[in-house]
T-cell receptor
Framework: EAQVTQNPRYLITVTGKKLTVTCSQN?????MSWYRQDPGLGLRQIYY???????DKGDVPEGYKVSRKEKRNFPLILESPSPNQTSLYFC??????????????FGPGTRLLVL | QQQVKQSPQSLIVQKGGISIINCAYE??????FPWYQQFPGKGPALLIA?????SEKKEGRFTISFNKSAKQFSLHIMDSQPGDSATYFC????????????FGQGTRLTINP
């Protein structure tokens, strides 16, 4: 089954404690993105990646890091989480080729609470 | 900052009625306008999308109307059903490149039986 998986799905942590949210896709997609979803603000792109070792900032990159060492994985790293990073996070992937290339496939989300 | 403005924030429609959600964008370089549907506890899923070379696209009960000169597009849900109750996001972006979509604020749609 084609899918994007994220782990963990729920996470409670404290300010300053480094954490990583993993994202993996099994569709051999080149493009991957991270979004955060906040009430009244919709989805905002944090970082995106066009392929292995190619990443760039989205609209709200401050406080986040990413890496793309393998095509299928795109982890999101919070080196020193703060309460304003409490949010619902989504990973998404899409293909660069063929019909429907523009469709982004979203993971199930990770709900993060930073105390 | 590039923006997509979506309205209303919430919408209640009776079963069988027409649900209408509107979006406006600023960047004339955008050439791809999707609508995503999100159910509670799930990630958004593509519902329908349009390119600026057409003014309307219909898929079943869902229709996108696009007005390039006004930089506006809207989603119409005909014969709305309780199963359509969800949050809807419009988005805009440029197809070529890294799929950098800009999303609207979202509309929580409730269809009353």
């Amino acid at each position: 089954e084609a899918q994007v998986t994220q782990n963990p799905r729920y996470l409670i942590t404290v300010t300053g404690k480094k954490l990583t949210v993993t994202c993996s896709q099994n569709m051999n997609h080149e493009y991957m993105s991270w979004y955060r979803q906040d009430p009244g603000l919709g989805l905002r792109q944090i970082y995106y990646s066009m392929n292995v070792e190619v990443t760039d900032k989205g609209d709200v990159p401050e406080g986040y890091k990413v890496s793309r060492k393998e095509k299928r994985n795109f982890p999101l790293i919070l080196e020193s989480p703060s309460p304003n990073q409490t949010s619902l996070y989504f990973c998404a992937s899409s293909s660069s080729q063929g019909k429907g290339q523009e469709t982004q496939y979203f993971g199930p989300g990770t709900r993060l609470l930073v105390l | 900052q590039q923006q997509v403005k979506q309205s209303p924030q919430s919408l209640i429609v009776q079963k069988g009625g027409i649900s209408i959600i509107n979006c406006a964008y600023e960047n004339t370089a955008f050439d791809y306008f999707p609508w995503y549907q999100q159910f509670p506890g799930k990630g958004p899923a593509l519902l329908i999308a349009i390119r600026p070379d057409v003014s309307e696209k219909k898929e079943g009960r869902f229709t996108i109307s696009f007005n390039k000169s006004a930089k506006q597009f809207s989603l119409h849900i005909m014969d709305s059903q309780p199963g359509d109750s969800a949050t809807y996001f419009c988005a805009a972006g440029i197809i070529q490149g890294a799929q950098k979509l800009v999303f609207g604020q979202g509309t929580r749609l409730t269809i009353n039986p």
